[in-house]
């Protein structure tokens, strides 16, 4: 695709008479699980010390297990979300997600034993699942084509703010931690602390379901389930009445073309989408294994074996969120100029090098500072590229019968990498040691960026009908 600007490439008719305000405000709410998400997500880094001694875990199985478990609620949470997402609605199923937000943040803060703990993590990895499956998609539904890469991109910028908030709050609890697990033991920080740092998501939660009670179904959901009226009056509410004829046309048309009654998870496999379906569950599984996931749900290893404190880990924790933050922000204003193609084969290269570089400063001795600029500039590299882009890709590359299901299964492979990664980490840790480890995340990353140029589309400034009609996608 030649490298003009997206406006050049979008007709000034599909922008004209967009109600900026409604679009913006819907993809905002939706947004707020990418938030949940965030932050329950990541919370398990700083609360690992204190959670770890109050429950007594020493080994590797136990260790991984308490900081991987979630992962199998997000697996199951993805594959429910998509039969959920096309039988009950994108709504329906971001409001069943903010209750199990709440609920479980405050049942695994205040869990008495490890067995409770170990159950409420994985019903919160269920709401991340959901809501990783489902907020992307909704954004994706609800906006017009010259402002998607963008605003499903709001999804990954409230997930990094979610994760900034865990780090902070992480932080701040742990701020006065006293050094050795014997007095570790009694402090309020391992007996209390670390249960508010769970806790604290309740409230987020419970607003994201109030506001997410006023928002509209998908209008893409509802045409597909025969609601017409009901998706032309949303569409309208959008951007005017012509607007709204002229996508619901498209959207029906599509319809019409994929011509089977009920979606099955046997359809995602036929001719016309099978590799549709692959190359979205390869994305997913790529961002995972680039391996900066470890920077965030084991950040206090990496900063320890790097030879920092536990004050300077948790502050360094909160400068890597700080990272992630600003270089979300400049993917936004990218997605929709540079395309999705390009920032991921950027984004290959430049993690891929970072990690080689760490691997390089743990084999030669080179810790502190050395370590710390290394990760925060991988981190850099991928919340502008992998991180957000991935997401928009893998919700828009299917077409829109199948989306919720294709969707789902891409999420699934990601939670199912995500699993595998941070399960394994201190496994690898231990056998290749930390230098070992980055070079393994840098060999996947130079793998990835093969894939992602031999295989990737660029759906840059195209709606979501002329996606699927350039893919030759037939659900049927």
């Not at 409230?158 to 050795?180: D, F, H, S």
Request: proline letters at 3%; glycine letters at 10%.
């Amino acid at each position: 695709m030649r490298n003009s600007t997206h406006e050049a490439n979008i007709p000034q008719s599909l922008t004209a008479g967009i109600h900026a305000g409604y679009v913006c405000g819907m993809a905002l709410v939706a947004a707020m699980g990418g938030l949940l998400f965030g932050y329950d997500w990541v919370v398990i880094g700083g609360a690992k010390p204190f959670y770890e001694v109050y429950f007594h875990l020493g080994s590797e199985h136990l260790i991984g297990w308490a900081n991987s478990c979630a992962l199998i609620g997000c697996l199951i949470g993805a594959l429910i979300a998509g039969e959920a997402g096309s039988r009950l609605g994108r709504k329906k199923v971001l409001l069943l997600a903010a209750l199990l937000f709440a609920l479980s943040s405050i049942l695994t803060g205040w869990a008495p034993v490890f067995s409770w703990f170990i159950a409420w993590r994985i019903a919160g990895g269920m709401a991340i699942g959901l809501a990783s499956n489902i907020s992307p998609l909704y954004i994706a539904e609800i906006s017009p084509a010259a402002w998607r890469g963008r605003l499903v991109s709001l999804n990954q910028l409230a997930i990094v703010c979610g994760i900034l908030a865990a780090q902070i709050v992480n932080w701040r609890i742990a701020e006065k931690v006293p050094e050795g697990a014997a007095v570790l033991l009694q402090s309020w920080n391992a007996q209390f602390g670390w249960r508010w740092m769970f806790t604290a998501v309740a409230v987020p939660a419970i607003l994201f379901f109030v506001f997410a009670l006023l928002i509209p179904e998908s209008p893409r959901w509802l045409a597909g389930a025969n609601r017409t009226d009901e998706a032309r009056r949303v569409l309208a509410r959008i951007g005017g009445d012509d607007y709204a004829a002229r996508e619901l046309a498209a959207i029906e048309e599509t319809l019409r073309t994929s011509a089977v009654s009920r979606v099955r998870w046997k359809d995602l496999f036929g001719t016309g989408t099978r590799n549709l379906v692959w190359i979205g569950m390869a994305l997913a599984a790529l961002q995972q294994w680039s391996g900066i996931n470890i920077l965030f749900n084991y950040a206090e290893e990496i900063y320890r074996s790097a030879g920092f404190g536990v004050s300077g880990i948790m502050f360094n924790i909160v400068i890597t969120g700080a990272i992630n933050l600003i270089f979300t922000l400049v993917a936004m204003s990218f997605v929709d100029r540079l395309g999705r193609r390009k920032l991921m084969l950027l984004g290959c290269a430049g993690v891929g090098l970072c990690h080689l570089g760490a691997s390089l400063a743990y084999r030669m001795g080179l810790h502190g500072s050395a370590v710390l600029v290394l990760t925060l500039a991988a981190i850099a590299c991928y919340s502008m590229s992998l991180a957000p882009v991935t997401w928009v890709l893998i919700s828009e590359i299917y077409p829109n019968r199948l989306r919720s299901l294709g969707v789902s299964a891409a999420v699934a492979a990601l939670w199912t990498a995500s699993f595998v990664l941070t399960y394994t980490f201190p496994f690898i840790n231990r056998a290749f040691t930390t230098s070992g480890a980055f070079l393994v995340y840098a060999a996947v990353c130079f793998l990835g960026f093969v894939f992602v140029f031999a295989c990737v589309p660029e759906t840059r400034g195209k709606t979501l009908e002329e996606i699927e009609q350039a893919s030759g996608a037939d659900a049927g």
